[in-house]
């Protein structure tokens, strides 16, 4: 069993978003990622590396064993952790339904933006915990786009972002499972969870938050998916370009824009 097909595709344009997007959301989703010296920890779902080089920069004496089931994004992040001088991470091209890997042999399993684009999660986080020993942590990071809120409001802008929902659904996945991640993790067997918001918010006083949150990461992902919406049908060429210019207007000199995040922490059963 694989993955759905990535809603966002796999375009040049795709991988600079997604290292915006880790760039700017570092303190914030990963200020407490910290694993024990000597600890073999897995990253599944990997992609272009974007925070595989967070990682692994931030646990230097770590053993990191990323995955991905894209070839091509394998290259780009084996790139990435090159260029960052970074020795601590082996790649594999592996399908995390189907992990190469023996039964607990790794101490921590990390998974960001994976979980919204499978069709079945909670068997995503069974397999997963095969891999991992008894007593060691799952991290999990979801957004959610149902959390977005900004000014000025707006009904096209609004209808734009359901166009990206709706097209992840359409393709197996879900865009709103932040807030499905407690409930997963304990229907999954997993102890001692603990999930905690990690809220967003830009407006022009945080300059670095606008630029590379709401316009290079959340507008820039919307924008992703306008040619299947509207040849869909979802919105009309008109209405999508109105749309789009109502969401820059947030990241203008009167906007906010407001998101969720969501990380998971819990413990295998031992």
């Not at 809603?7 to 997604?18: C, F, I, T």
């Not at 692994?56 to 070839?71: C, E, G, L, M, T």
């Not at 507008?219 to 919406?229: D, H, Q, Y």
């Amino acid at each position: 069993m694989t993955s759905n097909p990535y809603v966002h595709g796999y375009s040049p344009r795709e991988a600079v978003r997604l290292a915006d997007q880790a760039r700017t959301l570092t303190e914030l989703l990963h200020r407490d990622e910290r694993f024990p010296a000597g600890s073999r920890v897995l990253e599944t779902g990997c992609g272009t590396g974007a925070q595989t080089v967070i990682l692994a920069r931030n646990n230097p004496a770590v053993d990191f064993v990323s995955v991905d089931i894209s070839q091509d994004s394998l290259n780009q992040a084996r790139l990435a952790v090159k260029q960052a001088g970074l020795e601590n991470v082996r790649f594999e091209h592996a399908d995390l339904f189907q992990l190469p890997f023996a039964d607990a042999t790794f101490d921590a399993v990390f998974v960001c933006f994976v979980l919204e684009h499978l069709s079945d999660p909670l068997r995503a986080l069974t397999a997963l915990q095969r891999v991992l020993r008894p007593g060691g942590s799952l991290t999990v990071i979801e957004g959610d786009h149902g959390s977005a809120y900004f000014h000025p409001d707006s009904i096209l802008a609004r209808k734009a972002i359901q166009c990206l929902v709706d097209l992840q659904q359409a393709d197996g996945g879900d865009s709103l499972i932040g807030r499905r991640l407690y409930p997963l993790l304990h229907q999954a067997g997993l102890t001692e969870i603990e999930v905690s918001p990690r809220v967003v918010y830009a407006d022009p006083s945080r300059p670095d938050m606008v630029e590379g949150f709401t316009r290079n990461t959340f507008i820039a992902m919307v924008e992703g998916v306008r040619e299947k919406a509207v040849r869909a049908g979802m919105m009309d060429s008109t209405s999508w370009r109105q749309g789009i210019e109502d969401l820059r207007a947030t990241a203008g000199p009167e906007g906010i824009f407001n998101y969720t995040f969501f990380k998971a922490r819990a413990l295998k059963a031992a």
